[in-house]
């Protein structure tokens, strides 16, 4: 009786895993027993079709994942260190072994939208298809219209080096079923044509959310529409809330001054550094004004539904020495450029060589990572056609110690009228230690 | 004998005086629009213009030919030279800026500081290095270091380097990097080639013979490089085309 109960139960546990992984199999391959119902002829791509391409694939920065450094643009083979080990891009270029050269549009659009390669086989989601998702069937035949008219390039792809089984079909398979749902834009008709741009812009090409959301314990980001802040893994840079006026004040920014940050890489209160000066470089200096403009009015949409939670009054005690070290490498190292009370320089031209440190929200954000980073190790902001010549910050990483880069830091954020949390030598350690230097 | 009054005086300018020279210390210069100010963040390896580092890692830019450093910072910028802070720090630049970085450090006219190296070597050694650097080894198809950087080895204008004022670990660093291949120029790559061609245990000879040596009276690089015949086929310069009469 007892041993028969036990072998129900057995058959029904397998039972339920033949179905659950059937359910699996159908839900990342099913797809591919309909009939290609998008199909249209590859016959003539028409020179305007490639033009659109290069904008479109400059509007999702394809270029920073796909292309390695001093190799041929677009062929791929860049590392891209992830917390569960390292994937390489692959070779978009019209090769027709190592690249793109024997995909027709039906092939591209199924790894844009189902994240399927040619072969059939899982892509990993380092490629942010949930995002890729969101594009036009027209926006991804013009970008393999311009991928097309590329000098093809012989450069294969390097095998991925992620941990067991991450980088497995199955577990593929179960992350996606999990995680994702090829999904069409979804425009709202209570919004005009221009929030809808913006929002197809941010939610697909752009991939904003890959790092303005928080991502999982698995690496999943949140939704395509999700802008709430992350911290970004292995880089170390925090991507701030872009609904929280506290975080990015995007629901007061000026709208003009939302587009002239986009496309200059600085604005009169802010300025891009670390991975987001790299999406100005290679991408949003390039678009449109009116691109960039309905960006900026979705942005600040989100932004002005959003309700901030209610600002924390922070009242950091600095002990003495604290204070003091704080000072005195203030005045050493940074009053020079960022002047005494931290108000910075403007130069006669009216272009901000040295930022305002007062009110100053990248000082004050909760996360102290970008500022870590920025004493770190320095920089400059992105040199676009509209703001050529940037100033920079040299690295301190060499000459000043975890304790007195957290003193420093504690004291601009204490100072002045800044009220924001201490900064501890762990916080400065923990990334200096992951920098590797 | 001084009276009390003299004292008092004295005492009185000796505070004022140190106040002034306080008050001025925390003035903070006078910002100009300019390239100075604009690479500022390289000072903080290369020194106060570029004049060279702390620590003998970090070369001397000023007065380097602008085709020179500008190649360099290319290589960093293409991964042919690899430094992690100094890529980071110039990835979000064009190649226009970079280049203009380069002419203005290029344009400065900054004295050197006498020789320093005081590694353990033998006088034979060194004399071996100096052959090398002056002569070459034309057994091992190795030409001297003059040929290209110079008659007075301050470099030729505008894609060559001079060899004197760099410390010694510097230039060891760099010979190290060159023959492991973790420094590359432009392809054809002359320089790795002529490495190549050093015997290993030589290498230590060329450099502390060069750091060694006093800047000559002229320390600019020279307009051309010396007369003689060009460089074999098998050594041409991707990054200084000129030297192989103009062909890359």
């Known amino acids: 009786m007892r041993s028969a109960l036990k072998s129900r139960l057995r058959w029904g546990w397998i039972g339920g895993l033949l179905a659950l992984s059937a359910f699996v199999v159908w839900d990342n391959w099913g797809d591919a027993l309909r009939p290609k119902s998008f199909s249209t002829p590859d016959s003539q791509v028409s020179a305007a079709s490639v033009e659109r391409g290069q904008y479109l694939a400059r509007a999702g920065n394809c270029i920073a994942c796909h292309s390695a450094k001093g190799s041929a643009s677009m062929a791929g083979g860049r590392r891209i260190d992830t917390p569960f080990g390292s994937v390489f891009s692959s070779n978009l270029t019209p090769d027709p072994v190592t690249g793109l050269g024997t995909w027709d549009r039906d092939d591209f659009w199924r790894a844009l939208h189902h994240g399927r390669s040619k072969d059939g086989r899982l892509l990993t989601p380092a490629f942010p298809y949930n995002h890729t998702s969101v594009i036009t069937r027209q926006d991804s035949d013009d970008l393999l219209a311009w991928l097309q008219s590329l000098p093809k390039v012989k450069q294969p792809q390097p095998d991925h080096t992620l941990i067991w089984p991450i980088g497995t079909q199955a577990a593929l398979a179960v992350w996606r079923t999990l995680f994702f749902k090829p999904?069409?834009?979804?425009?709202?008709?209570?919004?005009?044509?221009?929030?809808?741009?913006?929002a197809y812009l941010v939610q697909g090409l752009g991939h904003c959310a890959a790092c303005h959301s928080p991502r999982n314990a698995l690496g999943a980001s949140g939704p395509v529409s999700d802008l709430t802040g992350g911290l970004m893994p292995v880089v170390n840079w925090y991507a701030p809330n872009l609904t929280s006026e506290r975080e990015t004040g995007l629901a007061s920014t000026p709208l003009p001054e939302i587009v002239r940050l986009l496309r200059t890489g600085t604005s009169a209160k802010a300025q891009t550094s670390g991975p987001m000066a790299e999406v100005v470089q290679h991408g949003t200096q390039h678009m449109t004004e009116a691109d960039l403009q309905a960006m900026g009015v979705y942005l600040q949409s989100r932004a002005q539904k959003s309700a901030d939670a209610a600002p924390v009054?922070?009242?950091?005690?600095?002990?003495?020495?604290?204070?003091?070290?704080?000072?005195?490498?203030?005045?050493?190292?940074?009053?020079?450029?960022?002047?005494?009370?931290?108000?910075?320089?403007?130069?006669?031209?009216?272009?901000?060589?040295?930022?305002?440190?007062?009110?100053?929200?990248?000082?004050?954000?909760?996360?102290?990572?970008?500022?870590?980073?920025?004493?770190?190790?320095?920089?400059?902001?992105?040199?676009?056609?509209?703001?050529?010549?940037?100033f920079g910050m040299p690295p301190a990483v060499l000459e000043l110690e975890d304790r007195d880069i957290a003193a420093v830091l504690t004291h601009l954020r204490t100072q002045w009228g800044n009220q924001a949390n201490e900064v501890t030598p762990l916080q400065v350690n923990r990334i200096r230690a992951a920098q590797g230097h | 004998?001084?009276?009390?009054?003299?004292?008092?005086?004295?005492?009185?300018?000796?505070?004022?005086?140190?106040?002034?020279?306080?008050?001025?210390?925390?003035?903070?210069?006078?910002?100009?629009?300019?390239?100075?100010?604009?690479?500022?963040?390289?000072?903080?390896?290369?020194?106060?213009?570029?004049?060279?580092?702390?620590?003998?890692?970090?070369?001397?830019?000023?007065?380097?030919?602008?085709?020179?450093?500008?190649?360099?910072?290319?290589?960093?910028?293409?991964?042919?030279?690899?430094?992690?802070?100094?890529?980071?720090?110039?990835?979000?630049?064009?190649?226009?800026?970079?280049?203009?970085?380069?002419?203005?450090?290029?344009?400065?006219?900054?004295?050197?500081?006498?020789?320093?190296?005081?590694?353990?070597?033998?006088?034979?050694?060194?004399?071996?290095?100096?052959?090398?650097?002056?002569?070459?080894?034309?057994?091992?198809?190795?030409?001297?270091?003059?040929?290209?950087?110079?008659?007075?080895?301050?470099?030729?204008?505008?894609?060559?380097?001079?060899?004197?004022?760099?410390?010694?670990?510097y230039l060891n660093a760099q010979l190290g990097a060159w023959q492991t291949g973790q420094r590359k120029a432009l392809a054809p790559d002359c320089m790795a080639e002529v490495v190549k061609r050093i015997p290993a245990e030589d290498l230590i000879a060329v450099s502390s013979w060069l750091a060694r040596q006093p800047l000559p009276a002229d320390t600019h690089p020279a307009a051309k490089a010396p007369e003689g015949k060009p460089l074999p086929e098998a050594l041409r310069c991707g990054s200084a085309p000129a030297l192989s009469g103009g062909r890359p």
């Open chain 2, 1 to 169: 004998m001084k009276s009390p009054l003299h004292l008092v005086a004295w005492t009185l300018s000796g505070i004022l005086g140190l106040t002034a020279i306080a008050a001025q210390a925390q003035t903070p210069a006078r910002f100009a629009d300019n390239m100075a100010e604009r690479t500022r963040a390289c000072m903080a390896c290369h020194g106060d213009q570029g004049r060279a580092g702390p620590d003998g890692y970090y070369p001397r830019l000023a007065g380097k030919p602008a085709g020179y450093l500008h190649n360099q910072l290319r290589n960093f910028a293409q991964g042919r030279r690899h430094y992690e802070l100094m890529t980071r720090l110039i990835d979000p630049l064009t190649d226009e800026y970079l280049g203009e970085m380069a002419r203005y450090f290029s344009s400065l006219d900054l004295p050197y500081l006498p020789p320093s190296a005081s590694n353990a070597i033998t006088p034979e050694r060194l004399a071996k290095g100096q052959q090398l650097v002056t002569q070459g080894d034309a057994s091992r198809g190795l030409p001297a270091c003059t040929q290209c950087h110079g008659a007075r080895l301050t470099g030729v204008q505008t894609n060559v380097p001079g060899l004197l004022g760099l410390p010694l670990d």
């Open chain 1, 183 to 198: 999904r069409p834009f979804q425009s709202d008709a209570g919004e005009t044509p221009e929030w809808n741009r913006g």
């Open chain 1, 313 to 390: 009054a922070v009242r950091t005690k600095v002990s003495l020495p604290v204070a003091e070290k704080g000072l005195q490498i203030y005045d050493r190292h940074c009053a020079q450029c960022h002047g005494e009370q931290g108000q910075g320089v403007i130069t006669a031209a009216g272009d901000k060589a040295y930022p305002s440190l007062t009110g100053n929200r990248a000082v004050l954000l909760n996360d102290p990572t970008n500022l870590v980073q920025m004493v770190l190790y320095g920089g400059y902001g992105p040199a676009t056609r509209l703001h050529p010549r940037p």
